[in-house]
């Protein structure tokens, strides 16, 4: 009786859990949402990566308004591994818990956008790495190219915003 009671708050707490995750996409503003999915689609892409992830936690976001239905959006955010196959088709967060036997990947994407829509130009900026593989440095690379991007379109800073956390 009691291994059954502990197998069912098991199952419920990680129904909680990666439902919180797709809580946690769903707050997302539309703009930070499509470089989240950027992300997730490139992530599915390698043939490396076998488990399908879901978006965890916002780190970083800021974005910056240039005129003209123009935004430069920098997003810094976890993705997690979930315990369904990244071949799933349609995945169910309820049905794919998180794992937590897998580390956190961690994700810088930066972007223009044009009236809500990614531009093509300048091309849009995906950086995934494992989290313990993330260094100083490479945290360093991703806002300098970041700033670089923006700069190159004559917009302020990225990074030198005001930086709004979740």
Known sequence: MSRLLLLLLLTTGAF????????????????????????????KSHSSIQHYFLFFKSLIKNDVE?????????????????????????????????????????????????SGTIEKEPKPYVNCIHKPALTEDMKIKRVEHCNAM????GAVTLLGSTQKDI
Request: aromatic share 14%.
């Open 16 to 43: 909680v859990a990666s439902s919180e995750g797709q809580a946690a996409y769903d707050q997302l503003p539309d703009p930070y949402k499509k470089g989240v999915d950027l992300a997730l689609e490139q992530l």
């Open 66 to 114: 240039s005129g003209f239905n123009v935004n430069y959006i920098y997003h810094n955010f976890y993705l997690k591994a979930t315990k369904c196959t990244k071949d799933t088709v349609e995945p169910n967060p309820k049905r794919c818990p998180f794992r937590n036997d897998r580390p956190l990947i961690d994700c810088a994407v930066c972007y223009k956008t044009y």
């Open 150 to 153: 923006a700069y190159s379109s």
